[in-house]
């Protein structure tokens, strides 16, 4: 996974195909860590795989064996000094924070938080529901959205062109958060390097 | 959160598009959307195929994602279902392919062969 976004989507896709109807995402800034959280009102996860998330080999797959979506994303957390918790609760639902700092210069960028999102409400038939900030704004409701909508299908042109703007407009300041920080710790950490001979 | 009342104009509009056709879609497009196919970019094939629907002025395909099939070394898998034909399986659908996938086989009609995962 190449940015935090992609992780953001798999964390949505992994709430899909438990067969979740709503999915709560959630995003904001702690200081200079990025925080993102999922959280569903799926069954839950099975107690083996609740036992150990992150564990490649601990997995609701039934494709293949290994799970690499919720260990990819322990190890970016792992390698910014982050953390992922998973909480889960049989029959109600699992909640996936990630707490990642970006001012560390392994640190993934966000990438392009409002593709992954736009991806997801088009791709799934899910209550997909995006806030931000701590208190949280809800930035988009695809329940409210498909109310207004009827039967019209979210992959409707008119209709992307609609999620793509409401996420940009309520994406801006985090992302613009995201300059800050980068600026404020990755240009001085580059520009001390000592020059080359 | 951005207003709401845009998309009664849209849900009209569309509801009129949908009377000339008889309320149906005449395809349908999978996008496979598992762990593997997100990290072989299954997100920008989706928004391709999406800008290249919007670029030719189709409205009657509807796009969905799904899992994972089992074959990551193919992805991104796309899936292309038109009216009753059987179901034509692309892999490795990058951004470029998406755009002929829509061109050539949801506009033109005819199976992109050279893409199909076989």
Redesign the interface.
Known sequence: MKDLSLHLLDLIENAAKAGAGRVVVTLWWEGTAFCLEVSDNGPGLPAAVAAAPTDPYSTTRTERRVGLGLALLQAAADQVGGRVEVRSVPGAGVTVLAVLPQDHLDAKPLGDLVGALVTAAVGWPLDLQVAVGRPSETILDLAAVREHLDAVPLSHPEVVRYLRGALEEGLAPLQAQAERVFDAAAVPALSARPPPA | ??S?D???K??D???QELELRSGR?RAKVV?C????G??AG???T??AL?DA??AH?V?D?????A????F?EQEPLVEVQVGEAPAVTYGHVDAAAAARIVAEHLVGGRTVQDLVFR
Do not use: F, N
């Not at chain 2, 959307?33 to 593997?36: E, F, H, S, Y």
């Not at chain 2, 395909?61 to 994602?65: I, Q």
């Open positions: 959160m951005k709401l845009e998309l009664r849209i849900r509009q569309v509801r879609y996008v959307m598992g762990t593997c997100i990290a299954a997100r920008e989706m928004k999406l629907l919007a002025q409205t395909v509807a796009v969905v994602a899992g994972c099939r089992g990551c």
